[in-house]
């Protein structure tokens, strides 16, 4: 078993280059159980956890967790091992730990991509929460995060757009995946900068079946900076505005999760891959 090096974190608001000097840390600041709504549990230093596919023809595929909570988990896979699923497929994984019970699961593929050093990463999304629970055991616990709503990707026929605003100017945005909480979103790095340093923005956001324009207010928990562009986790302010919208975010929340046609039509287990 390859062991995962580090401690057991969630994962902190970066610094430079989003902040700049002087602007508020608030990986420090505010409440430890208001950030971890948006965070999953790294797995770390200790006994690797494992996610392991089984194909119909008895071919067993295993993949390190890179993090986990209770909707879901990413797991990365070697070029030898990459069972090569799809995103919305359905099927059965095994989660298994040295000296812990195995947990059998029904999960989703939520997103998939390739690593540069051949394999691929992927999003799972656990399709039954009570199904986890009666697994877990107190030794299990550990690994994971309950947040306060489960994350949901929009798929693509209910993709949303987004605005989002501070003192002095706003930018276009991509949802990246959502909840009734708050939203994840990908800014330009000059944007995420501006965004963080406000720690509150202004948001725009409208998806198929909104009703028109949602105007929201949301708090800045986390960013994470890739190649060119920020990943940005925004909170929903519990105001006005957000009692009016969360019914149509909840319905938007049941669309996205509901398995499409296509998805029902494949429901029998993970293939042969693409």
């Not at 159980?33 to 200790?46: E, S, Y």
């Not at 195995?102 to 390739?114: G, H, K, N, Q, Y």
């Not at 989002?164 to 990908?186: F, K, T």
């Not at 340093?197 to 994470?224: C, D, I, Y």
């Amino acid at each position: 078993m390859e062991p995962i090096p580090g401690p057991t974190r969630t994962i902190p608001l970066p610094l430079a280059p989003l902040l700049r000097a002087g602007a508020l840390n608030t990986s420090s600041g505010g409440s430890a159980k208001n950030r971890r709504r948006f965070h999953r549990v790294v797995l770390v230093n200790g006994p690797s956890v494992r996610i392991e596919v089984r194909r119909p023809d008895g071919t067993r595929l295993r993949g390190i967790v890179e993090d986990c909570a209770w909707a879901g988990a990413a797991v990365r896979f070697g070029y030898n091992e990459d069972p090569r699923i799809r995103p919305d497929q359905v099927g059965v994984v095994i989660v298994t730990s040295l000296r812990m019970p195995d947990i059998t699961l029904r999960a989703r593929v939520a997103s998939a991509e390739p690593l540069g050093s051949g394999g691929a990463r992927y999003g799972l999304q656990f399709l039954d929460e009570d199904e986890l629970h009666r697994q877990v055991t107190p030794e299990w616990r550990r690994w994971f995060s309950r947040r306060r709503a489960p994350r949901f990707e929009p798929r693509a026929e209910l993709a949303a757009t987004l605005t989002v605003s501070w003192r002095g100017g706003e930018a276009r945005g991509r949802v990246l995946d959502a909840s009734v909480a708050g939203l994840g979103v990908e800014l330009d790095l000059e944007s995420a900068r501006m965004a963080v340093v406000a720690r509150e923005v202004g948001v725009l956001l409208a998806f198929p079946g909104s009703g028109g324009t949602m105007r929201l207010r949301a708090s800045v928990r986390g960013a994470k900076q890739g190649s060119a562009r920020v990943r940005v986790g925004l909170e929903f302010q519990d105001d006005a505005g957000f009692a009016e919208a969360r019914p149509r975010i909840e319905a938007w929340a049941e669309r996205s999760r509901a398995p499409t046609r296509s998805q029902v039509a494949r429901d029998n287990g993970f293939g042969s891959g693409a």
